[in-house]
């Protein structure tokens, strides 16, 4: 599985952007699809996720902001943020899971820099 993310930038505080992230390649029994974010010397962290079933969940910074969703047909995840704040400033990356048989696998598209200058 491929994943190729687009979308991140600079913007103001208090402005907005859309990632988004194509998935390609073996995709069959794709589940999970998220999107991480990193801080400078810090470890990857969830902000958003969605399942094959729709289920979603949010970090607490970002709910109420953030809004995952997932075009199935198009193997598309979206992230739009919304009244971005300097805090969100990092480098964010697609997430995708897939479970064959008893094996599940991780797959992380390139990062994308997201700057929110204050």
């Known amino acids: 599985v491929q994943l190729q993310a687009s979308g991140g930038g600079l913007v103001q505080a208090g402005g907005s952007l859309r990632l988004s992230c194509a998935a390609s390649?073996?995709?069959?029994?794709?589940?999970?699809m998220a999107w991480y974010r990193q801080f400078p010397g810090k470890q990857r962290e969830l902000v958003a996720a969605?399942?094959?079933?729709?289920?979603?969940n949010y970090a607490d910074s970002v709910k109420g902001r953030f809004t995952i969703s997932r075009d199935n047909a198009k193997n598309m995840v979206y992230l739009q943020m919304n009244s971005l704040k300097a805090e969100d400033t990092a480098v964010y990356y697609c997430?995708?899971?897939?479970?064959?048989?008893?094996?599940?696998?991780?797959?992380w598209g390139q990062g994308t820099q997201v700057t929110v200058s204050s």
């Open positions: 997430y995708t899971d897939k479970r064959v048989l008893s094996n599940v696998y991780n797959y």
């Open positions: 969605t399942t094959s079933g729709g289920r979603t």
């Open positions: 390649g073996s995709i069959f029994n794709i589940n999970t």
